[in-house]
């Protein structure tokens, strides 16, 4: 779905301080895997638990990692 000017969603990167980048770390260390923190208001879809059953199952079907974001709000016509 193509975005209109001017609705583009980005992920922002967290800010994070010592404390937490140490955290971060750490739990990096004991995942075995690197780590992205993002600010909480990201353009990722909050799905129901339906909704994300069937997700999971489309990936499973489909052999692919399906990311869903958030519909941009409409944008009133200009005609």
Same mark, same amino acid.
Do not use: C, F
């Given at each position: 779905?193509?975005?209109?000017?001017?609705?583009?969603?980005?992920?922002?990167?967290?800010? =994070?301080?010592?404390? *937490?980048?140490?955290? @971060?770390?750490?739990?990096?260390?004991? =995942?075995?895997?690197? =780590?992205?923190?993002?600010? !909480?208001?990201? !353009?990722?879809?909050? =799905?129901?638990?339906?909704?994300? *059953?069937r997700l999971?199952?489309?990936?499973r079907e489909?052999?692919?990692?399906? @990311?869903? *974001?958030? #519909?941009?709000?409409? #944008? !009133?016509?200009?005609?």
């Amino acid at each position: 779905m193509a975005e209109s000017e001017g609705t583009e969603q980005h992920l922002n990167y967290a800010h =994070l301080d010592e404390g *937490r980048l140490t955290r @971060l770390r750490q739990l990096e260390e004991e =995942l075995g895997t690197y =780590l992205l923190a993002v600010e !909480p208001d990201s !353009p990722w879809a909050d =799905l129901s638990d339906d909704q994300l *059953r069937r997700l999971k199952a489309a990936e499973r079907e489909l052999g692919v990692i399906l @990311l869903a *974001r958030k #519909q941009p709000p409409e #944008q !009133p016509s200009s005609h």
